[in-house]
Nanobody, 124 residues
């Protein structure tokens, strides 16, 4: 079992930045690729970004490329999502997920464990 706890969400204005953190516990963190997903009201949960087990490979949804950066600190069992130039359409609950694999995935079904989510609200 992997326990994931997200933090760092909040209410910001368009153009601002936020850094989300996801702390993992329970199993060997380096056995897991990690991902961030988000879910806006009335919409399905969508892929945002993912990072491989080693951190050497990353992937992003087109809408956040150039604005968001995913990273991980394996010594701290933590994955981050740095979000810059935030837009109102980035408003959502952001979820961290763990995948027992070397490589990351953009598919929800590819992940074994999920956090409870953290709310990000971007006002215009």
């Amino acid at each position: 079992q992997v326990h994931l706890v997200e933090s760092g969400g909040g209410l910001v204005q368009a153009g601002d930045s936020l850094r989300l953190s996801c702390a993992a516990s329970g199993r060997t963190f380096t056995n897991y690729a990690m991902g961030w997903f988000r879910q806006a009201p009335g919409k399905e949960r969508e892929f945002v970004a993912a990072i491989s087990r080693s951190g050497g490979s990353t992937d992003y949804v087109d809408s956040v490329k150039g604005r968001f950066t995913i990273s991980r600190d394996n010594a701290k069992n933590t994955v981050y999502l740095q979000m810059n130039s935030l837009k109102p359409e980035d408003t959502a609950v952001y979820y961290c997920a763990a995948r027992f694999s070397y490589s990351s995935s953009s598919l929800r079904r590819g992940y074994n464990y999920w956090g409870q989510g953290t709310q990000v609200t971007v006002s215009s």
